[in-house]
C-alpha cells in the first residue's frame, strides 16, 4: 500500500484511489475531508470505557488511537484487531492499562483477512509514525 503525495495534497494508491488526507501536523496524519480508501476510516469516536465496552463490534482491522485538533485525530498510536474480540476488544485492553494520559479518541479502518490488517497497520505505523508505537520494532522500510 505505496503512497504518492502531489501538490494538492491528495494521497495516492498506486492502483489510482485517491484520499485527500490534509496536511500534517509535527509528522502526524490530520484526517481531514477523507473521501475513499481501501480501508475507510471510521471516527472519531470518545476514547473511554463506556463508549468502547458499549460497542457492538468484533470487526477486524487496524485502530487509531490519539486526540482531536480542530476536526483532526493526532495519532498517537496506530494498532491492529485481528482475534474474535476485534478492534472493541484490543481498544479494552489498553484502556485497562490507563497509560495514554493524552489519547481522548480514536478511530478505525476495518480490514477483511488478518494479513490485510498487518500489512495496512505496518504501512500506517511507518507513514505516522506514532510517538506511542515501540521504536526498534520493524515494520518494513
Not at 471516527?43 to 487509531?64: L, P
Not at 492499562?97 to 490485510?116: A, I, L
Request: hydrophobic letters at 30%; aromatic letters at 12%; charged letters at 25%.
Amino acid at each position: 500500500m505505496d503512497y504518492q503525495n502531489d501538490k494538492l495534497g491528495m494521497t495516492k494508491w498506486k492502483d489510482g484511489i485517491k484520499v485527500y488526507v490534509g496536511e500534517t501536523l509535527s509528522g502526524k496524519l490530520t484526517f481531514k475531508n477523507l473521501t475513499t480508501m481501501r480501508n475507510s476510516y471510521e471516527g472519531h469516536y470518545s476514547y473511554d470505557k463506556d463508549v468502547v465496552g458499549n460497542w457492538n463490534a468484533t470487526a477486524m482491522g487496524v485502530y487509531y488511537c490519539g486526540y482531536i485538533d480542530g476536526n483532526n485525530l493526532i495519532v498517537h498510536y496506530v494498532g491492529r484487531a485481528t482475534s474474535d474480540e476485534g478492534i472493541r476488544g484490543r481498544l479494552l485492553q489498553h484502556l485497562s492499562e490507563d497509560k495514554w494520559q493524552d489519547v481522548s479518541h480514536f478511530g478505525y479502518s476495518v480490514c477483511t483477512t488478518s494479513r490485510e490488517a498487518e500489512d495496512f497497520e505496518a504501512s500506517e505505523i511507518l507513514r505516522l509514525k506514532p510517538k506511542y508505537n515501540m521504536q526498534g520494532k520493524s515494520y518494513g522500510s
